[in-house]
Nanobody, 125 residues
Framework: QVQLVESGGGLVQAGGSLRLSCAVS????????MGWFRQAPGKEREFVAT????????TYADSVKARFTISRDNAKNTVYLHMNSLKPEDTAIYYC??????????????????WGQGTQVTVSS
């Protein structure tokens, strides 16, 4: 069983930056492709970014491309989401997720088997 704990959310002004962290325990992080999703009030959970097990392949939603960067440190069992040029429409609860799949480019919630509890990101205009 793998446990995921997100941190780093908060309130930031538009144009600002945040770095989210996802600490993984229970199993070795290097076994999993990892993803970040978000869910705004009244909306479905949507894909943000994903990274493969070795960290050399990433995929982003069009809405965050060139602003967000996903990375991982397998030695620290931690995955990161660096968010720059934040916009009010980025406001959501952000979730970290782990996939047993060994490939890359997983953008569906169905591809992931373990989820964190989420961290709130609020961007003020």
């Amino acid at each position: 069983q793998v446990q995921l704990v997100e941190s780093g959310g908060g309130l930031v002004q538009a144009g600002g930056s945040l770095r989210l962290s996802c600490a993984v325990s229970g199993r070795t992080l290097s076994r999993y492709a990892m993803g970040w999703f978000r869910q705004a009030p009244g909306k479905e959970r949507e894909f943000v970014a994903t990274i493969n097990t070795s960290g050399d392949f990433t995929t982003y939603a069009d809405s965050v491309k060139a602003r967000f960067t996903i990375s991982r440190d397998n030695a620290k069992n931690t995955v990161y989401l660096h968010m720059n040029s934040l916009k009010p429409e980025d406001t959501a609860i952000y979730y970290c997720a782990a996939s047993f799949s060994s490939g890359s480019g997983y953008t569906s919630t169905a591809d992931y088997h373990s989820w964190g509890q989420g961290t709130q990101v609020t961007v003020s205009s």
